[in-house]
């Protein structure tokens, strides 16, 4: 029961990992993006007669007769605008993301009093569940008045996630009887398409390509990938890997779901972020915008946003509808006026296929599999790439290397040197003994990567043309390692092993790492 | 920042949450079968099928407003409903400016409870004779007329997909008229 337990608890507090700066910045993202895109507004619902007012049954606002007044309508717009400036500048954090989900929660229940519930409860229910993360503990007004960092917790993420699965899952397990058929003569993905298509409009982008697909193992497999995605969706709650590639399947889910339905589901991106891989993407960003950052959470700040944004409520009478209940920001509101473009289609154009592209990058991101706690002597702090000594394939392409690295950038040592030791035994999992199924890269941070990221690291350290191989860090890294692996597992097979491990040439000497305390010693 | 599991007592609430959140979710879909509650944990599913060579059919709606001499005039919904979001008119229309069909009350799925608990409320007659006064606001304000009664005509429409031209066949296939006469049938 304790092992249980344990187990329990070791994936409630450590599914994904939390830090102020990643919980800071993806709660910025989240309040910034409804700024500038479009804040939830409620008071459009007053305008209309207590006929239409037909809430859902099981609803928090069922026992009203009608709608409430204009004023009081009013008042929880200004209201949710205020709490979502607080939530961005991390202004008494977490009661703002608290109040922010109950007050969008009871505006949508007003909303979706005209028949129809519109599916975003996962982005409104976020502020809430993340309120106990101490999302508010960096780049916020609170930390500053507190003077300390406050304290982090990762079970938010984990339940979120769980969620987010269960959303999935939700919209899959309908269909799990009825599109998985495995009868060619009915199609479900089409039966959307063509609804879509002459009921509601729905004949833009690839929507006509797709129409004039008649291929019933074409459909049938489209009714098959979209039941097996969001039914297994909540088994990747499993590993974090797993659930990352699938969240990373998400977005390419949503942009297909635009190009081909032409239905948009942006609001769920900011919740996506929040699972995105903080931990390695803050070390990357830009020391001035994380100044930036920190300056404008601040009572200044604040103050600002509010300025910049409660005018807007002066024109709320003066919107379409439709600009006032879906796109009420700067941006919408000036689309509006022009009136030619329809502002919520050319947001989901720019939004999805730029999600996707984020999302190729964040899933090519290179993963350290683990760091030394010192770094290597007798590096000079340049990058080692160490190698299965006897390996004929590995062998080659360091000599690859060596040819090519004419500024001496990189240092060698292969994994069976007491050098690779250290490394291996830094990163176990990855290590399967005595096969060398990776090679590894330590940088000059002491970081350790492996498979085809320790390649495509390495290569691109080359410098020259061989930049241009960065393109590949496009390629989601779990597809990238299926193709490394399946080498790593025949090279001793396809081009055979040496007798013995490699020995640096005297010329190569200088750039071998032959023992790890410094000295020169040849290795293997 | 700091890391950890807390105390005991802190453990088995977190365990308990997560261990009770996931028969709550399962319970939800459940209920989604008889009426879909709100706030939930749901996304749209939409597990229809269409047959690979045949037709869809799909029921289309129009307004038409009628005045007192009996003249017809076809109502722009967009102009009418202009402070409901497009997605919304269909449903608004289908329940006949909630004037034609009611609220729903609901017994709630307490075993042994069944009729005695029940949740939602009616409209009342004063409320729904304030819906049929907007209605002929809204109507003299968009078409400058004084309409009596109101249309929601339905058309089924099907589309024969797999056809090259495609071909579509309209048919009235109902008529709900709603009286704007204060205290009208």
Known sequence: MSQLGSKIDRWIHGFLPATAQGLALSRIFFAAFFLITGIPTFSWVSRNPPGFFDPPTLSAVTFLPTFPPAWAMQALDVFICVLLVFVLVGFKTKASSVLLTLTWLLGNSFRYSFGLIDHTILTVIAPLVMAFSGWGAAYSIDS??????????AWPLSLLALLVGF???SAGFPKLFVWADFNLSTQGARSWLVTGWYRLGRNRLLAPLFLSINNPYFWEMMDLTAV???????????????????LFIAVMFHLANLLMLNIGFITILPVYVIFAPWERIVPRLPRGLLRAVDRLTSVKGMVAVLALFLPLYFFEDSVSINTAANAFSH???????????????????????????????????????????????????????????????????????????????????????????????AAPDAA????????????????????????????????????????????PRPLRDIGYRAIARLRYRLFGTRQSCRVPTPQERAMFLVDFSGSAQPSG | MVMNYGTTGRR????????????????????????????????PSGASLIKTRGSYSGIETECVAEDSTGRKYVVPVAALLNAVPTDYHPYVLN??????????????????????????????????????????????????????????????????????????????QGDNTIELRAGGA
Not at chain 2, 38 to 43: D, E, K, R, T, V
């Open chain 1, 432 to 475: 399967v003994p005595d096969t060398f199924y990776t090679m590894f890269l330590l940088d000059s941070d002491g970081l350790i990567y492996g498979r085809s990221d320790a390649i495509l690291k390495s290569v691109t350290l080359l410098g020259g043309w061989y930049r241009i191989l960065e393109l590949l860090w496009l390629f």
């Open chain 1, 167 to 169: 959303g999935f899952f």
């Open chain 2, 12 to 43: 088995w609430a977190l365990r308990l949450l997560f261990i009770v959140l996931v028969p709550c979710l399962l319970l939800q879909l459940k209920i989604r079968d008889d009426t879909e509650p709100f706030p939930a944990i749901l996304l």
């Open chain 2, 95 to 172: 329940a006949g400016f909630g004037i034609s069909r009611n609220r729903m009350v609901r017994h709630l799925p307490i075993p042994f409870l069944a009729n005695r608990v029940s949740i939602g409320r009616r409209r009342t007659p004063e409320q729904i004779d304030e819906t049929r006064a907007w209605l002929r606001e809204r109507l003299r304000e968009t078409l400058g007329i004084d309409a009596v009664r109101i249309h929601v005509l339905t058309y089924e429409v099907t589309t024969y997909y797999s056809e090259v031209p495609v071909r579509q066949r309209r048919e009235l």
């Open chain 1, 331 to 425: 941006l919408g509101i000036a689309f509006d006026r022009i009136g030619v473009l329809d502002y919520n289609w050319v947001l989901g154009l720019i939004l999805h296929p730029l999600a996707a592209v984020v999302a190729l990058i964040l899933a090519g991101m290179p993963r350290a599999l683990a760091q030394r706690a010192a770094p290597m002597q007798g590096t000079a702090g340049n990058p080692v790439v160490l190698f299965d000594g006897v390996c004929n394939l590995c062998n080659a392409y360091v000599d690859f290397l060596i040819r090519r690295d004419r500024r001496h950038r990189l240092m060698f040592a292969s994994l069976q040197s007491e050098a690779g030791k250290l490394v291996t035994q």
């Open chain 1, 144 to 153: 500053k008045m507190r003077k300390a960092t406050g304290e982090i917790e």
């Open chain 1, 228 to 246: 097996t995605f969001e039914t297994t969706f909540i088994f990747s709650l499993v590993k974090r890997g797993l659930f990352r590639t699938y």
